[in-house]
Structures are given as structure tokens and as C-alpha cells.
Nanobody, 113 residues
Framework: VQLQASGGGLVQPGRSLRLSCAAS????????MGWYRQAPGKQRELVAT???????NYADSVKGRFTISRDNAKNTVYLQMVSLKPEDTAVYYC????????WGQGTLVTVSS
């Protein structure tokens, strides 16, 4: 499956962004989708996932600030990010899990004043 991520950009601390991940196939067939991020000099970390049944899961660092959702009609998963912090600065990668893992190309989020 091909994934197209979008929505990153430069934002001030405390502001919001919404990332999108559009899949090339129906996401009904995908077990789970979500987002990882990788900050400069750090390992890639899981941010949020959502199952085919719509159950979300979040890293502790983003709980209460990020919301993952899916629009099955648009084959798209979203990551709504509010109250952004400088430590949220990273390249965000969406992924899709079936019998294999597919990755999007990454979208850069920079949180800075």
C-alpha cells in the first residue's frame, strides 16, 4: 500500500496542526495505521495508532494533546495535534500494518517561536 503524508509545517508552541495520511487502498483491509516520529539525533518513536475497529492508542508524551482518527470513506488517517511543544519537533511518518508494514514519506513538524 502507498501512503501519502501531509500537513506538516512550522508552528509556534501552543498552536495546532493536523497531519493526514492517505492510503492507496481501502483502509478497511488494514489492521492498524498510525504515526511514528523521529527527532534529530533520536530514535524513531511510536506516537499513535488506530486499529481497523477504531481503537486508538497513544504514547504517554502526547496523551491528551494528540488525537488519531480515520475516515474510511476517504481512506485517510488523521493526527490532530494541539498544544504543540518544541519537543514535538520531528519528522512524522505514517504507517500501515497488514502482513507487512508500509511507510509514508514523512512530513516535518517544527514547533518553534
Amino acid at each position: 500500500v502507498q501512503l501519502q503524508a501531509s500537513g506538516g509545517g512550522l508552528v509556534q508552541p501552543g498552536r495546532s496542526l493536523r497531519l493526514s495520511c492517505a492510503a492507496s487502498i481501502s483502509i478497511f483491509s488494514i489492521n492498524a495505521m498510525g504515526w511514528y516520529r523521529q527527532a534529530p539525533g533520536k530514535q524513531r518513536e511510536l506516537v499513535a495508532t488506530i486499529t481497523s475497529g477504531g481503537k486508538p492508542n497513544y504514547a504517554d508524551s502526547v496523551k491528551g494533546r494528540f488525537t488519531i482518527s480515520r475516515d474510511n470513506a476517504k481512506n485517510t488517517v488523521y493526527l490532530q495535534m494541539v498544544s504543540l511543544k518544541p519537543e514535538d519537533t520531528a519528522v512524522y511518518y505514517c504507517y500501515a500494518s497488514r502482513w507487512d508494514i508500509s511507510w509514508g514519506q514523512g512530513t516535518l513538524v517544527t514547533v518553534s517561536s
